[in-house]
């Protein structure tokens, strides 16, 4: 535990100190990967409250559902559908969902 909060408090002192600039071409891509990473580290984090949790399981998720839910936003914008509206609508739903659990395990 100790090891991944000094990972993500590494993160965000790069992420202040060194700030890249994006485009607004790349304003959906960064929030549905942004949305992406949330669910599955939520998913994860209920995981472990459940002693179900795996590794492999993890990133195998996660690095799954970054490459389908980006993908969709590619061909969406390719087509001029947006298509992504239903990934952003999956993971929101289900990141909320995830909450619930969690906060709910902790008053049962």
């Known amino acids: 535990m100790i090891l991944a909060l000094f990972g993500i408090l590494t993160g965000v002192a790069f992420g202040f ?3 890249m600039p994006l485009g607004a071409n790349y304003a959906i891509y960064t ?3 942004l949305l992406t990473a949330s669910y599955v580290i939520v998913e994860g ?3 472990n409250l459940k002693g179900k ?3 492999v399981e993890f990133v195998i998720k996660f690095t799954t559902f970054t490459i ?3 993908t969709m936003v590619f061909i969406s914008n390719k ?3 947006p298509l992504y509206y239903g990934a952003l609508f999956y993971l929101g ?3 909320f969902d995830k909450i619930s659990r ?3 395990h902790y008053f049962e």
């Open 53 to 55: 949790f795996s590794n």
């Open 102 to 104: 969690i906060i709910s």
């Open 31 to 33: 929030s549905l990967a």
């Open 68 to 70: 389908l839910s980006l």
């Open 17 to 19: 100190l060194l700030p």
């Open 45 to 47: 984090i209920l995981q």
């Open 79 to 81: 087509l001029g559908v």
């Open 93 to 95: 739903t289900g990141f």
